[in-house]
């Protein structure tokens, strides 16, 4: 069992900078390709970004290439999202997600989430 907990979520001017930290703990992340995804009111959850287990590679989605980056520390078993540019669309709860494997987009294929951590961007 992997247990994920996400932070650093909060309210943000248009143009700001957040950074998302997502903690895991009951096993290694060694093994595990991660993913964050985000959910807006009213929206189905979209994926934003994924990594793999060692970090080498990564891939986000279209909407936020170039603002957000995706990162680790499997030797902290930490996961971050650096999300810069912030746009009123970045409105969501931000969860992070994890799976054994290559990384992936759709959000079925990861077997462990978390809690979620609200990002609110005001314009």
């Known amino acids: 069992q992997v247990q994920l907990v996400e932070s650093g979520g909060g309210l943000v001017q248009s143009g700001g900078s957040l950074r998302l930290s997502c903690a895991a703990s009951?096993?290694?992340?060694?093994?595990?390709?991660m993913g964050w995804f985000r959910q807006a009111p009213g929206k189905e959850r979209e994926f934003v970004a994924t990594?793999?287990?060692?970090?080498?590679?990564?891939y986000s989605t279209n909407s936020v290439k170039g603002r957000f980056t995706i990162s680790r520390d499997n030797a902290k078993n930490m996961v971050y999202l650096q999300m810069n540019s912030l746009g009123p669309e970045d409105t969501a709860v931000y969860y992070c997600?994890?799976?054994?494997?290559?990384?992936?987009?759709?959000?079925?294929?990861?077997?462990?989430w978390g809690q979620g951590t609200q990002v609110t961007v005001s314009s």
């Open positions: 990594i793999s287990w060692g970090g080498g590679s990564t």
């Open positions: 997600a994890a799976r054994q494997g290559v990384p992936g987009t759709r959000g079925y294929e990861y077997s462990y």
């Open positions: 009951g096993r290694t992340l060694r093994s595990y390709a």
